[in-house]
């Protein structure tokens, strides 16, 4: 007996121990009891316009139980939010928008401050609080914004060029939305506010459209249309007969050197592959490459010389042509061509007009060997099917250097020259870059006339 009496009382004594810890442990752990604060995550970046509402998160593992969003001016303090929840909420997401009265004070800089309280029963069952304090800048004013100068048209296909005034002292985003959500990024020009950029309306595009566009540190956006005239412009649609003799030539031994094309034997499904999608992987490289544009730069002045690559030359294909390709009268595929094809003597030099710097020299598929050289403000041009490429990524060169021979590399029937124009990545034409009174119009003139009106302001 008195063993199975020492027995229970053990038993008991290890029960009451097991409740006490156990109690403890649970205290210590459960979510009744939690000891950690309520979160606040708050959507800013230290600038507020009073109008945009701010978005505030709270979350807590017990539940937010009650919160306070309070408004404080150095003058005053007004209660924006003040609840008290029946049954805490895990997460409580709030948009809060300033008084009315808010938007007429003069105050640059208040504070926003938010607490809150979660439903653990820690602290005497107080719960855990939290008061986090946003200091706002105040910026209710737009962006300037206006149109200095600009090219009076554009044509399809075709470049202009804008300059124009953005100012703000929390200036953010600046650039130029085109077609298709297309962003042309503004380089700074002259004088401190001013920027400028070439714009360019994609050929495939039946219309043009482009917008200054400018945001600041606090959501405030200025928008500003650039007052172009357009001008519509046909460009020739061909319809090729595909034939076998072409296919099992040049197609064959294209196929033979992608990737692409690994594995397939037909000659039509070859051209298809090799006509979109090694066209389409070439033309991503090319529009990568050209997109960029200095915008630390500022720019003083932009000259530019009637590009005239090839001497001698005679127009074998133009630019903008829509390609139909048929077999036996039915449609097989289409393509663009995106450039101006020049051919003169076979491996004849060519020798841009302009200064600039090489941004690609290697082989580049459909192109061939291909140089491309950047000559600022966003201005590219591209070489196509050279026999011979002969400077190197990086260099500088002068105008009327030789950078390559003319060829056949890529896909090209026979020697010629693909000569592209890019603006930020699209295909311009390169007529216009070819013409003295084009680039005086809508160059020259635009950047003339804008340092004119900058200098009287
Ligand atoms: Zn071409």
Redesign the pocket.
């Known amino acids: 007996m008195g063993y199975n009496n020492k027995k229970k009382s053990s038993f008991g004594g290890l029960l009451a121990l097991t409740l006490v810890v156990g109690g403890g442990l649970y205290v210590y752990f459960s979510n009744t009891f939690e000891r950690v604060a309520p979160e606040v995550k708050v959507a800013s970046n230290g600038y507020w316009n009073l109008k945009k509402p701010l978005k505030v998160q709270l979350s807590d593992a017990s539940g937010i139980k009650s919160y306070k969003v309070i408004l404080q001016t150095p003058t005053d303090q007004t209660t924006l939010i003040n609840e008290q929840l029946l049954a805490p909420q895990a997460s409580i997401n709030l948009e809060v928008k300033p008084p009315r009265t808010a938007y007429s004070t003069k105050d640059k800089e208040i504070k926003v401050i938010i607490e809150a309280t979660d439903g653990s029963k820690w602290n005497l069952l107080k719960g855990n609080s939290v008061t986090k304090v946003l200091d706002l800048k105040i910026d209710k004013k737009k962006p300037q914004l206006s149109i200095v100068s600009n090219s009076y048209k554009i044509s399809k296909g075709g470049s202009a060029l804008v300059i124009f005034k953005a100012k703000d002292d929390n200036l953010d985003e600046l650039y130029i939305e085109g077609n298709d959500h297309k962003h042309f990024k503004p380089q700074s020009f002259y004088k401190d506010g001013y920027y400028i950029s070439l714009l360019a309306w994609p050929v495939t595009d039946s219309s043009f459209k482009a917008t200054v566009v400018a945001k600041d540190k606090a959501g405030n956006i200025s928008k500003s249309y650039v007052p172009l005239y357009l001008k519509q412009k046909d460009y020739r649609l061909s319809k090729i007969k595909l034939k076998d003799k072409f296919l099992k030539g040049k197609i064959a031994d294209l196929a033979e050197e992608f990737v692409e094309t690994d594995g397939v034997e037909n000659p039509l499904e070859q051209f298809k592959i090799i006509n979109e999608d090694v066209r389409a992987k070439n033309e991503i490289l090319i529009h990568k490459i050209t997109s960029k544009v200095n915008d630390d730069e500022l720019v003083k002045s932009f000259k530019i010389n009637k590009m005239y690559p090839l001497k001698n030359a005679q127009v074998v ?1 133009h630019f903008g042509d829509h390609r139909k390709y048929y077999y036996n009268g039915e449609f097989i595929s289409e393509a663009y ?1 995106l ?1 101006l ?1 020049l051919a003169s003597n076979a491996m004849a030099e060519i020798k841009p007009q302009n200064k600039g710097v090489v941004i690609f020299s290697d082989y580049n598929g459909l192109y061939g060997n291909m140089p491309v050289i950047s000559h600022g403000l966003g201005l590219y041009t591209i070489y ?1 099917h050279c026999s011979s490429i002969k400077v190197n990524e990086g260099d500088e060169i002068h105008r009327g250097e030789t950078i390559a021979n003319t060829g056949k590399s890529g896909y090209a029937m026979g020697d010629h020259l ?1 000569f592209g124009v890019l603006v930020q990545g699209i295909e311009v034409r390169p007529q216009e870059w070819m013409d003295k009174q084009w680039i005086k119009l809508n160059i020259n003139d635009v950047i003339k006339n804008a340092k004119e009106i900058i200098e009287r302001n």
Do not use: F
């Open positions: 294909a061509h450039g094809d196509g693909h």
